[in-house]
């Protein structure tokens, strides 16, 4: 698609009232500590044009300063010898750009994934400088809006940064914060940081960006419905999608004459799920790993109802381990129980013996509620990632067949992709075209 994006400013935005002395040190968790330093990408797509575009750029900048007073946090810097964010109120970054395109064509899937990324402010690195979060929001010839974040992952999981966004568009569309469900960045006082220096985490490995490619799979409610019934075992959305791609991931992986053992690797949220009562409204990054192994003869002979079955009973165990009250009520214990796992893959990655396959779902939070003022986004998107992964996104807006869709994005090395998206089950389940995203477009 020929699209130009010209950056018209880019400025700090802090919190409209100082960020009070008592709170100018907030302390990290153990589990924020065992995350790679990446930022995570994420764009709000919005193709009402209402609103006058010198306005609403005012009500975006105002607003985000006011909510910047309850996610003080994001506003400051993160100071790894410490394991601490000095919440100094430097700012979030803040971008402003016009695109010489129209939005409709990439709401009709009118793009190539990697070039979704020009939405988005330039890749950070994690530094006792760098933003914690930065925005760049861009403004098409028709009026029409796309935000674009990278917010760290240090500090903001899913789960955060959905109150964040939600607090923000709440707050500029009501025109103050009185409303705004207050955050709680406490996790590291709940969970304090631990001394890690004689461990070593599953980081993502450096790949080239040009190795990885980012594609979309879309699933209508029609397809899941059957692979549920398929299952038999009255799964989620999310198991039964996980199965699916999983079991292509590894075909994908055979047919390059690359049979080894695969362990999936799924974070779950844990707020709601143990016995100790973590606060509703708790930030940072409150999870752990489930994982399922799949070995390297038995993936050949596994049907997709198996698949399903580990991925199933993996989570479930998972669950009833951390809903144990003496898994609450022993620190250490809590703590091993997280990062054992961590250390286990580490062991075997290291031998070169298997392969690690990330999953994470985002169905179950609120992005589509973001409303400016100006409605509700018409779409939801991340961007090319830089690591392997699958993320699976809830279509909650779009009309007709389109109501309802649950996207996977998918990243993983280009030679793999090949065969991956070629897998029948996958071209079976895949909405005709795979890989486009398509929305009803109001005349």
């Known amino acids: 698609m020929d699209m130009e994006v010209q950056i018209i400013s880019k400025k700090l935005i802090k919190p409209s009232v100082p960020t009070p002395f008592h709170l100018h040190n907030m302390s990290i968790s153990f589990m924020d500590q065992l995350l790679p330093p990446l930022y995570m990408p994420s764009i709000f797509y919005y193709l009402d044009h209402t609103v006058k575009s010198v306005k609403r750029q005012k009500q975006l900048e105002k607003s985000l300063s006011e909510i910047l007073t309850l996610f003080y946090p994001l506003a400051g810097r993160y100071i790894k010898e410490n394991l601490s964010v000095s919440c100094n109120d430097e700012g979030v970054e803040y971008i402003e750009a016009l695109v010489n395109s129209q939005l409709s064509p990439i709401l009709l899937g009118e793009f190539e994934t990697k070039e979704l990324n020009c939405f988005l402010p330039d890749e950070l690195e994690e530094s006792a400088t ?3 979060v930065a925005i760049q929001v861009n403004i098409f010839n028709c009026g029409g809006l796309a935000i674009g974040l990278r917010s760290s992952h240090r500090i903001i999981d899913g789960f955060t940064f959905s109150m964040f966004m939600n607090g923000w568009a709440k707050t500029c569309k009501v025109g103050n914060i009185n409303d705004v469900t207050i955050p709680n960045f406490e996790s590291g006082i709940l969970f304090p940081p631990r001394d890690l220096s004689g461990f070593q985490f599953l980081h993502s490995p450096k790949i080239k960006s040009h190795e990885l490619v980012t594609k979309v799979f879309s699933f209508d409610q029609e397809t899941i419905s059957k692979l549920k019934i398929e299952a038999g075992c009255k799964p989620s959305t999310t198991e039964v999608l ?23 690797l799924v974070l779950m949220n844990l707020r709601g799920k143990t016995f100790r009562k973590i606060p509703e409204n708790c930030c940072g ?6 994982t399922a192994r799949f070995e390297a003869d038995e993936s050949k002979i596994l049907g997709f109802n198996d698949f399903v079955d580990q991925v199933r009973d993996a989570k479930r165990n998972t669950m009833m381990e951390y ?29 070169g013996e298997l392969d690690v396959h990330m999953f994470s779902s985002l169905i179950s939070l609120p992005f589509h509620q973001a409303d400016f003022g100006w409605g509700m986004p018409d779409w939801v998107s991340m961007g090319k990632m830089s690591s392997k992964s699958v993320f699976f996104i809830a279509r909650s807006n779009g009309s007709g067949d389109k109501k309802g869709l649950i996207e996977a994005w998918v990243t993983m090395d280009k030679d793999d992709m090949a065969f991956f998206e070629k897998d029948p089950n996958i071209v079976m389940s895949t909405k005709p075209a795979s890989t486009k995203i398509a929305i009803a477009i109001p005349p």
């Not at 990054?285 to 489930?290: F, S």
């Not at 009250?325 to 031998?351: L, Q």
């Open 130 to 132: 760098s933003p914690l």
């Open 242 to 264: 996980t199965a699916l791609i999983m079991r292509a991931k590894i075909n994908a992986a055979a047919a390059r004459a690359r049979n080894r053992t695969c362990l999936l």
């Open 285 to 290: 990054n409150i999870y752990t790993r489930i």
């Open 323 to 351: 809903a144990k009250k003496e898994c609450s009520d022993d620190e250490d214990g809590f703590f091993s129980k997280v990062v054992k796992p961590c250390i286990d893959i580490v062991e075997e990655t290291s031998k």
